[in-house]
């Protein structure tokens, strides 16, 4: 959509291939600009218009991460050089606009961490001078549609601060705090976190985030390989997560792989997944784990891996690829079959453009890699898993439908006595219910303290 709020630019997915269309002003008639293969990094993705009309674009223009370009609509020409790159990583962010002024004054993007670039002098000053007054926090200023406002809206977080709001007078350099995302947490009981990178057996550089419990020892603690959804999404951020901050309250470390695959890393990472879901990937996080006990940070007799989606799925292939590394693990709405990810259902979300060209090159193909697929399915090799086992499904589930978890649990439950199963019939893909999430989470604390914590047997 352009500065006047009308349909300008659209991209679509065909065949496995992207188009660009063009609605052009003159006379409002849609033309395609440019064609490109949907999974080979070239072309590009639009991104935003400028209040002065300027069309930005993501694209790698040849490198292996995207960067943020601007893009002549007339000419059909990409500029050679990116107006914005994050070195190691693709470029996400936002472009922050003055209406006023009518241009680009600065961009939100994000690296290990959050941060902004400023254009504009006098909003450089404005950055230098609400940082000086929290040098704790991540702070985004928001201008509104004037960026000479005298009182300026401060969005501060981090890794242990859920998020303050703030008001910064630029005449009298206060702050007036409007309000707390969470008033209830105390960020001093809070776990640090920190990106850290290590080598898979291949030699691939893995990031990670790491958070250490407060107040610990911080050395041979149980711990929590977190494994995120998606797969290709980039997973965790540096900023408080709920779900991090829980299981550090309880005494774990929580290690948060960006395993081959994520997105956000370049595309050698990304595509460096393709195919490799309970192989590659799968050897990634077990590397993950391997690293936190060679740093000695881990107990290698307590370690349990979690995930839901795609991390249910890599839990399980966790546990069946390596016994002797994952104590236990918790796995909710995971994949268990990826066969079923090709059947088209009114319980499945997939649609048949997916099913046909994406999961054949980011998954595998259904005729032509079956002997794999079906080696890389949980409930393939259920029998292996004698591990503690968490399990939790939504009924109303469409994106991993619920009998990817029934069948599991039939299949697994002959070998393994203890597993523990839930289903909430009422929930879809996560939890929405507050009720549900209070239960799941009780739930999962009393596991982990059973299997990893305080009360569980030495090995």
Wanted: net charge neutral; charged share 25%.
């Amino acid at each position: 959509i352009d500065q006047t709020g009308t349909p300008r630019v659209t991209m679509t997915f065909e065949d496995g291939r992207n188009a660009v269309y063009y609605r052009d002003p003159a006379n409002e008639r849609w033309r395609k600009i440019a064609e490109f293969d949907a999974f080979n990094g070239e072309g590009f993705k639009p991104y935003s218009f400028g209040p002065d009309g300027t069309f930005y674009v993501l694209a790698r223009n040849g490198k292996d991460t995207e960067a943020l370009y601007r893009y002549d609509l007339i000419k059909n020409a990409m500029d050679s050089e990116p107006m914005v790159a994050t070195a190691g990583y693709d470029f996400r962010g936002a472009l922050v606009m003055d209406g006023n002024k009518k241009k680009v004054i600065g961009v939100n993007y994000e690296t290990d961490a959050s941060a902004s670039l400023w254009f504009d002098d006098s909003v450089k000053k404005i950055q230098k001078s609400v940082d000086d007054l929290l040098p704790g926090t991540i702070n985004r200023l928001s201008f509104g549609r004037n960026s000479q406002t005298t009182n300026v809206l401060v969005h501060a977080f981090s890794d242990v601060q859920p998020g303050m709001y703030l008001i910064y007078d630029t005449a009298t350099n206060k702050l007036t705090l409007v309000g707390r995302a969470q008033p209830g947490v105390d960020p001093k009981k809070m776990a640090l976190s920190d990106m850290i990178h290590y080598k898979a057996r291949d030699g691939l550089d893995i990031p990670a985030y790491l958070s250490l419990p407060p107040g610990k020892d911080k050395k041979n603690l149980p711990m929590v390989v977190l494994v995120h959804g998606g797969p290709w999404l980039r997973g965790s951020s540096w900023n408080w997560d709920a779900q991090v901050q829980f299981l550090a309250s309880r005494g774990y470390v929580v290690l948060q792989p960006e395993f081959r695959g994520s997105t956000g890393f370049g595309f050698k990472h990304y595509s460096a997944g393709w195919k490799q879901w309970g192989l590659a990937m799968q050897d990634d996080i077990a590397d993950g784990a391997q690293w936190a006990i060679s740093q000695g940070i881990a107990d290698p007799k307590r370690i349990c891996i979690a995930g839901a989606s795609y991390g249910g799925y890599a839990s399980l292939m966790g546990l069946a690829n390596n016994p002797e590394l994952f104590r236990c693990g918790v796995e909710w709405v995971g994949v268990t079959d990826i066969n079923l990810m090709f059947k088209s259902s009114w319980e499945n979300d997939a649609s048949a453009e997916w099913q046909r060209y994406g999961m054949p090159i980011l998954v595998g193909d259904e005729t032509s890699d079956a002997a794999q697929l079906k080696a890389t399915s949980p409930v393939n090799i259920a029998e292996r898993i004698r591990q503690p086992l968490l399990m939790a499904y939504g009924g109303s589930d469409r994106r991993v439908p619920i009998r990817h978890g029934e069948s599991f649990r039939d299949a697994v439950m002959p070998h393994n006595p203890d597993v523990e199963w839930i289903d909430y019939p009422e929930e879809g893909h996560g939890w929405a219910l507050v009720k549900n999430r209070v239960d799941f989470w009780t739930r999962v604390e009393s596991f982990l303290e059973k299997n990893i914590g305080k009360g569980a047997p030495s090995r």
